[in-house]
């Protein structure tokens, strides 16, 4: 687990409210680290970033079943070819629903720590 040191104040910030009134997925166990400006509309896109002890290869398959269960497309044969590279530094899945964007970038930290980045917003 990250270290409650690594939390700005010592207390774990919340996901942005509209993020969560959008029924969007909070991965168990992350640690919310960061939060973009804080916006009123999606069309100011939503940002936040997180960190969790797992890996991209558990962490990635629980947004893409969440968002898929939400009824959000993504490109899979793009996703498919990158999962081809093993112990990737880096993965990125871009979700899409009418008009909404939402998209999810997992980079690798040192001790065994992924950086979760989500971006959310509508065009």
């Excluded at 990125?92 to 959310?120: A, C, D, G, H, P």
Aim: proline share 7%; net charge negative.
């Amino acid at each position: 687990t990250p270290i409650v040191s690594d939390i700005p104040n010592g207390k774990p910030m919340e996901y942005p409210k509209l993020y969560v009134d959008n029924d969007l997925p909070e991965y168990t166990g992350a640690i919310v680290t960061g939060l973009g400006r804080q916006v009123e509309s999606l069309k100011d896109g939503v940002t936040m970033t997180a960190v969790s002890n797992d890996s991209i290869d558990l962490i990635m398959p629980f947004y893409i079943e969440a968002m898929e269960k939400l009824g959000y497309t993504y490109d899979s044969t793009k996703y498919e070819r990158s999962q081809l590279i093993a112990d990737p530094p880096m993965s990125m899945v871009v979700f899409t629903k009418e008009k909404l964007r939402f998209s999810v970038t997992l980079l690798k930290l040192e001790q065994q720590q992924t950086e979760i980045k989500t971006s959310f917003s509508e065009n």
